[in-house]
């Protein structure tokens, strides 16, 4: 290779460019990548311990590359919430929604296609379409972060995107999708592919109908989750999605070979023979939630809708400042979203109780920043 004049040599569009990630930083009280707050319980982990050290007895094999039973259990967890007869061969896993999501652009991106969302949305999204050299294509999202289905659909067509990625709820702003605007962009997208995004859709309120409902209706349809949120398991990576068999199929191309360990295997399967009691909390959290989007307004100040387990607000005449004030209190959230607004996951009602306590005490001592930008 001829010297590019830089070491290492990276591709020219990687160079400069900071690794995604918020700060992990060991603060009393951690409310920035929307974890559920709430650890296993005992019997939980020794299940998983023990399903753990039976999977350990043949480490010297490759682990089931097709993941079988952990598969049957997907399907069947999501047949519970909102899937009408997902099968197993419909659901595809991988370590972390991130990397479902990768390999989807993976095989239906590249050189050529582009792929689409609408801003604000999830800044992971534009790195995959980088990884995968496929065009990012972004659409805008109205002031109360819904989308112009009109609009968007003018755009859909226009561009003709190999992929749609459309979070439900939308990560930052917890704006969940209501089923018709999923449909008609599925029709619009012709033969593109439609991620509907819902790594926080256990948390969706009453009423706001999941995209699994949908899935006998568009063959194009991809529905994604995770067991990082709700089901209050990050630190296991496991995403998986459910869909038309054609596209489990067509992902098989672009993976790594035996790419979920025999060790995530067994800890996501005994993880899902707790399903009730790791998503027990989330009634909890949507009640703390829906406290906090209502404290926050009382404090005067604006917040969107919020169908997830964190709530964007603002809007703060400089929120770094405003962000660094609660850190230097022991609470760390997330500097995201457009300039001038905040996000904070909801945690536990005493996690929540320093998070205000220490946004009273930051607006008071620094009114400046903390003042409100003009509504305008
Ligand atoms: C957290 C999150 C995910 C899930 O990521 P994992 O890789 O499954 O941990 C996916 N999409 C959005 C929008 C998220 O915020």
Same mark, same amino acid.
């Given at each position: 290779m001829a010297s590019t004049g830089t070491w290492p040599p990276l591709r020219e569009e990687l160079r400069g460019i900071e690794p995604y990630g918020a700060p992990q930083l060991d603060v009393p009280v951690q409310l920035n990548v929307n974890e559920n707050p709430y650890a296993p319980s005992a019997e939980c982990v020794a299940d998983i311990a023990a399903a753990v050290a039976d999977a350990a007895t043949s480490l010297n094999r490759y682990p089931d590359r097709e993941f079988t039973a952990l598969r049957e259990a997907l399907a069947a967890y999501l047949n519970t919430d909102g899937g009408r007869g997902v099968t197993p061969d419909q659901v595809w896993a991988a370590n972390g929604s991130n990397e479902v999501m990768l390999q989807l652009l993976q095989a239906f991106g590249g050189p050529g296609r582009c792929a689409l969302s609408f801003a604000p949305?999830?800044?992971?999204?534009?790195?995959?379409?980088r990884d995968a050299m496929t065009e990012w294509v972004v659409g805008h999202r109205e002031t109360d972060f819904s989308l112009d289905l009109d609009a968007a659909r003018a755009l859909v067509e226009e561009r003709r995107p190999a992929v749609v990625l459309l979070p439900s709820p939308?990560?930052?702003?917890?704006?969940?999708?209501?089923?018709?605007?999923?449909?008609?962009?599925?029709?619009?997208a012709? *033969?593109? /592919?439609? =991620? #509907?995004?819902?790594? $926080?859709?256990?948390?969706?309120?009453?009423?706001?109908?999941?995209?699994?409902?949908?899935?006998?209706?568009?063959?194009?349809?991809?529905?994604?989750?995770t067991m990082s949120k709700a089901f209050a398991l990050a630190g296991a990576r496991l995403g998986y999605?459910?869909?038309?068999?054609?596209?489990? *199929?067509? /992902?098989? =191309? #672009?993976?790594?070979? $035996?790419?979920?360990?025999?060790?995530?295997?067994?800890?996501a399967l005994a993880a899902l023979q707790h399903a009730p009691e790791l998503l027990g909390n989330v009634d909890a959290l949507r009640k703390e939630r829906d406290l906090t989007v209502d404290w926050l307004r009382a404090q005067g100040l604006e917040v969107a809708d919020s169908d997830a387990n964190f709530a964007l607000f603002g809007r703060f005449a400089d929120r770094h400042a405003v962000w660094q004030g609660l850190l230097d209190r022991g609470v760390l959230i997330r500097e995201t979203g457009p300039d001038g607004w905040l996000?904070?996951?909801?945690?536990?009602?005493?996690?929540?109780?320093?998070?205000?306590?220490?946004?009273?005490?930051?607006?008071?001592?620094?009114?400046?920043?903390?003042?409100?930008?003009?509504?305008?």
């Open positions: 949305t999830y800044s992971m999204y534009p790195e995959y379409a939308n990560n930052p702003t917890g704006t969940a999708l209501p089923p018709e605007a999923v449909s008609m962009l599925c029709e619009a012709g *033969d593109g /592919i439609v =991620v #509907v995004d819902e790594a $926080y859709g256990e948390f969706r309120r009453a009423g706001t109908p999941s995209a699994l409902e949908l899935l006998d209706r568009h063959r194009n349809l991809v529905v994604s989750r999605f459910a869909a038309a068999r054609e596209i489990c *199929d067509a /992902i098989r =191309v #672009v993976r790594l070979p $035996y790419h979920l360990s025999a060790v995530t295997q067994a800890t996000r904070v996951s909801v945690g536990t009602p005493e996690e929540m109780t320093a998070f205000k306590d220490a946004l009273t005490d930051v607006m008071k001592a620094d009114p400046v920043n903390a003042q409100q930008k003009d509504l305008t």
